[in-house]
């Protein structure tokens, strides 16, 4: 039961070696330097923002690690009941929540790449996760506000006055629609939220070196982003790399998070599917992939 924290990126000896750092020890600081760490008990690994948890907020971005799934054998698949039996998805979560140290309630949602953000009210609210929205907040406690990803941005937001909370998913389609922004004003027309008072943490997703696509995202970004020069590598004819990740730190920027609360995982869901599932990569390959949990709350 011994619960062991590190900077350190560990990956599974079967990890092809194209998909680890080629300097570990430097990496190792990369990853202490962007405020994250890693906590591991009994083999589950999550990524934890070191700051929100410093200011109270229990938070942390799943691994593919330390599971029962066979994504392939012993992934920690989370979510997609129509690719993974039930009892493996609620034995890893069991797992997943253990690594928490406490009797939380996980609440989630049934998630359809829109922008729309729910409240969660009551323990009641909590345990229903068939409702269609892509951002959870809450302020109570015992309460895991998550949201499920596989190559899209988890955004994690924590009011540092009112100990209010989000847990986000942004896709490119969320993204563009500014979910980010929908969680920051819900919690301010909720809880008295003020934008100076969040960190923020963005987790592991698809970056800007991996993630092409096609002339219909880049036009959505162009009539919505003022600044969308800088999310764009064009590769081809029609078609871009795209920095989601700098997108939606460049969203919290502009409702007026500091820069130095915001803090941005150094990982990408594509080259590091030894950590990590990405649809992207996985989905053409097996046909199937695990889905990841972004969690965050308060205890007791």
């Known amino acids: 039961m011994e619960i062991i924290i590190s900077s350190k ?13 080629e ?5 190792d ?5 962007s405020g994250f760490y890693w906590r591991e008990k009994n083999g589950v690994k999550v990524l934890i923002c070191r700051l929100l948890e410093e200011k109270g907020f229990v938070n942390g971005f799943s691994t593919r690690l330390g599971g029962v799934s066979d994504f392939p054998e ?14 493996n998805i609620a034995e890893n979560r069991r797992r997943f929540l253990e690594v928490f140290g406490a009797d939380f309630t996980l609440a989630s949602c049934w998630q359809t790449h829109g922008a729309d953000v729910r409240i969660v009210k009551n323990l009641e609210d909590a345990k229903d996760g068939n409702r269609k929205f892509d951002a959870l907040a809450s302020d109570l406690k015992n309460i895991l506000v998550g949201v499920k990803t596989a190559d899209c941005v988890p955004v994690l937001l924590g009011d540092v006055k ?16 500014a979910i980010v ?63 989601l990740h ?39 390959l097996h046909g199937k992939t695990g889905r990841l949990l972004s969690v965050i709350g308060i205890k007791n």
């Open 23 to 27: 300097n570990e020890d430097q990496f």
């Open 181 to 243: 922004k929908n969680a920051f004003e819900t919690m301010r027309e909720t809880y008295g939220t003020k934008a100076k008072d969040l960190i923020c943490a963005i987790g592991p997703a698809a970056t800007g070196k991996n993630y092409e696509v096609g002339q219909d995202v880049i036009d959505a970004f162009e009539r919505n982003f003022s600044t969308c020069g800088n999310l764009f590598h064009k590769t081809r004819e029609g078609h871009a790399l795209i920095d």
């Open 74 to 87: 012993s992934s920690l698949n989370l979510a997609g009941y129509d690719e993974d039996a039930a009892e």
């Open 29 to 33: 600081e990369t990853l202490a330097d």
């Open 246 to 284: 700098l997108a939606n730190k460049e969203q919290l920027l502009n409702i007026g998070v500091m820069l130095e609360n915001i803090f941005t995982a150094p990982f990408c869901t594509m080259e590091r599917t030894d950590l990590f599932f990405s649809y992207r990569v996985e989905k053409k």
């Open 9 to 21: 990126s560990e990956v599974p000896s079967s990890a092809s070696k194209n998909q680890k750092p």
């Open 162 to 177: 009112t100990k209010a909370f989000a847990a986000v998913h942004a896709g490119w389609r969320g993204t563009v629609d």
